[in-house]
């Protein structure tokens, strides 16, 4: 189960459920890979990523599960790169913002955290 405290992301990839979990070491991969945090929250809100992005990025969040590229790659065409991305934005953007996911997406009534934060990358 994720975690939304930790900025981890629940996602169904057909009909297996997993977890984007934002560990340090995740986040310093995504960035040796893909660039800047800011730049790469920036580029998927605005629908400017490549799918090879969200595939190297959704298989770095998902490090510890048992899936391979090819099974990656093909679960997320069947489950709408669109839709990988945004979990992936909200992963990313709570990690890099301490915003939690619930307050990010509107799901709870908690204190807002550091809102001023997440406005300057949402």
Do not use: Y
């Not at 040796?32 to 400017?48: K, N, V």
């Not at 997406?105 to 300057?120: K, Q, R, V, Y």
Request: charged share 25%; hydrophobic share 45%; aromatic share 4%.
């Amino acid at each position: 189960m994720a975690n939304k405290l930790r900025g981890e992301m629940p996602l169904s990839l057909g009909d297996k459920e997993f977890t984007l979990s934002p560990t340090m070491a995740a986040i310093a991969d995504i960035e040796d890979a893909f660039g800047g945090l800011p730049d790469i929250c920036t580029r998927l809100r605005e629908g400017q990523w490549k799918v090879t992005e969200i595939v190297g990025i959704t298989a770095i969040l998902l490090r510890s599960e048992k899936l391979g590229r090819a099974a990656l790659q093909e679960s997320i065409m069947d489950a709408s790169p669109a839709a990988v991305a945004t979990a992936i934005h909200l992963c990313l953007l709570s990690a890099f913002t301490g915003v939690t996911i619930e307050e990010l997406t509107g799901e709870s009534d908690a204190p807002e955290g550091n809102a001023e934060a997440a406005e300057t990358t949402h």
